[in-house]
């Protein structure tokens, strides 16, 4: 059974700095695509950035690209994502989700493809 377990959300200062986790288990993730959303009340979830697990390639939602990286841990099964220069609209609870994708291509941050789901950790962000 698939599991997925985000650690590292913080209130912090805009400008600053956080990274995310999300330990994997329960599946293997081979030919799985793994990504970071995000929800603030009210709106729907938005997509942040998304990594295939078998080769790593990446892909990022525009308003976060130069400023937040994903990456995997592939031993160990866990989903990082680094957020630097943070700005108070970067605030939301982040989610990760997982769900198999034939080939690296089709991996991408559309909530709607993905059927597997943590709990989410809080991010806050302050002006």
């Known amino acids: 059974q698939v599991q997925l377990v985000e650690s590292g959300g913080a209130s912090v200062q805009a400008g600053g700095s956080l990274r995310l986790s999300c330990a994997a288990s329960?599946?293997?993730?081979?030919?799985?695509?793994m990504g970071w959303f995000r929800q603030v009340p009210g709106k729907e979830r938005e997509g942040v950035a998304a990594?295939?697990?078998?080769?790593?390639?990446?892909s990022y939602t525009n308003s976060v690209k130069g400023r937040f990286t994903v990456s995997l841990n592939n031993a160990k099964n866990t989903m990082y994502l680094q957020m630097n220069s943070l700005k108070p609209e970067d605030t939301g609870m982040y989610y990760c989700?997982?769900?198999?994708?034939?080939?690296?291509?089709?991996?991408?941050?559309?909530?709607?493809?993905?059927?597997?789901w943590g709990q989410g950790t809080q991010v806050t962000v302050s002006s």
């Open positions: 989700a997982s769900d198999l994708m034939r080939h690296s291509f089709q991996c991408n941050t559309r909530p709607e493809e993905y059927g597997y």
């Open positions: 329960g599946s293997s993730y081979s030919s799985n695509c």
């Open positions: 990594i295939y697990f078998d080769d790593g390639l990446t």
